[in-house]
């Protein structure tokens, strides 16, 4: 069983490195609620264009854990959510919500607690009565996310990493964990990264 909390807890940058630098979203995202973390499988909306009918129908669709990925084939600043579908999606379980479009009532949404991480804040709103689709591989600035893949997002934006390599992946981010705190721990004592990486010798020559 996935150990989805303690990727969570390792955050983006860790897990990013520990799987070879892969899997960065590389567009910026606003964090709705300051200080939240997630880890999840994901689930996924594609939707069409200025519509959010297929936000409604993967939050009904959501199981607990899940994060949801909001996306169309023309990403828009147009709200694909808002209080009252996150107000859905917190009491169906969901664990965060990654929307590759915009959210409104900021303020409502941050309020509410559910982490979600959006590219634009947007008071205009979707239309309804589209459909697009659900649980289909999506490219996300620059990643492709599958349904069920792994998804991480944290104060410094989101990553997405295959399902099938989150096994392989989680020792090495732990491992890594455990490294940059013994490092943190010299630095805090005065020691200096210029000396402990070589990086003197390579500047200086010496």
Not at 103 to 115: H, K, Q, T
């Amino acid at each position: 069983m996935t150990d989805y909390a303690t990727l969570a807890e390792l955050g983006v940058a860790t897990v990013h490195e520990a799987a070879g630098r892969l899997g960065i979203v590389d567009f910026a995202l606003i964090q709705v609620v300051p200080g939240s973390r997630v880890a999840g499988p994901a689930r996924i909306a594609l939707c069409a264009a200025g519509d959010n009918t297929m936000a409604h129908a993967v939050i009904a669709h959501a199981k607990p854990g899940d994060v949801l990925v909001l996306t169309s084939n023309e990403p828009a600043p147009v709200a694909l959510i808002g209080e009252l579908l996150a107000t859905q999606a917190q009491q169906q379980g969901v664990a965060g919500i990654l929307v590759d479009g915009a959210v409104r009532d900021l303020d409502e949404l941050a309020a509410i607690g559910l982490p979600i991480w959006a590219r634009f804040v947007r008071a205009q709103g979707a239309t309804k009565g589209t459909v697009g689709s659900l649980d289909v591989p999506v490219t996300i600035g620059g990643t492709e996310i599958r349904p069920g893949d792994l998804v991480v997002l944290d104060c410094d934006g989101a990553m997405a990493l295959p399902h099938a390599q989150v096994d392989e992946v989680l020792p090495l981010a732990l491992e890594r964990a455990e490294r940059e705190r013994a490092m943190r721990e010299r630095y805090a004592a005065g020691e200096l990264s210029y000396n402990v990486n070589g990086l003197r010798e390579v500047v200086e020559g010496t």
